[in-house]
């Protein structure tokens, strides 16, 4: 499985974004897919994560109510809506797949990433 993460960009404090990860390959809906970040300087973490069918979704707490994973296994697409954006979400935003989705969010587990989005939030 190849990922490419996008939508991406500079929004002020309060705006809102749409990311979007493609995936190519076969057996999409065999993967539980994440959302993780990095900001400068900090550690990778733990953003979203959605299961194979949709119908088991989980935060980190920073972003819960603010951010909604999604996917469309028709399109092989997972989706991070993000709103009630803050400077501190800036970070670069990476998909991770996880196949058959044992390790729910574990970056340590992740079986595929995609290459990272920029989001920059300015204040």
């Known amino acids: 499985v190849q990922l490419q993460a996008s939508g991406g960009g500079l929004v002020q404090d309060g705006g809102s974004l749409r990311l979007t990860c493609a995936a190519s390959?076969?057996?999409?809906?065999?993967?539980?897919m994440s959302w993780f970040r990095q900001a400068p300087g900090k550690e990778r973490e733990f953003v979203a994560a959605i299961s194979m069918t949709g119908g088991s979704t989980g935060y980190a707490d920073s972003v819960k109510g603010r951010f909604t994973i999604s996917r469309d296994n028709a399109k092989n697409a997972v989706y991070l809506q993000m709103h009630s954006l803050k400077p501190e979400d800036t970070a670069t935003y990476y998909c991770?797949?996880?196949?058959?989705?044992?390790?729910?969010?574990?970056?340590?587990?992740?079986?595929?990433w995609g290459k990272g989005t920029q989001v920059t939030v300015s204040s």
């Open positions: 390959g076969r057996s999409f809906s065999s993967y539980a």
């Open positions: 991770a797949a996880d196949y058959l989705g044992g390790t729910w969010g574990n970056e340590h587990g992740m079986d595929y």
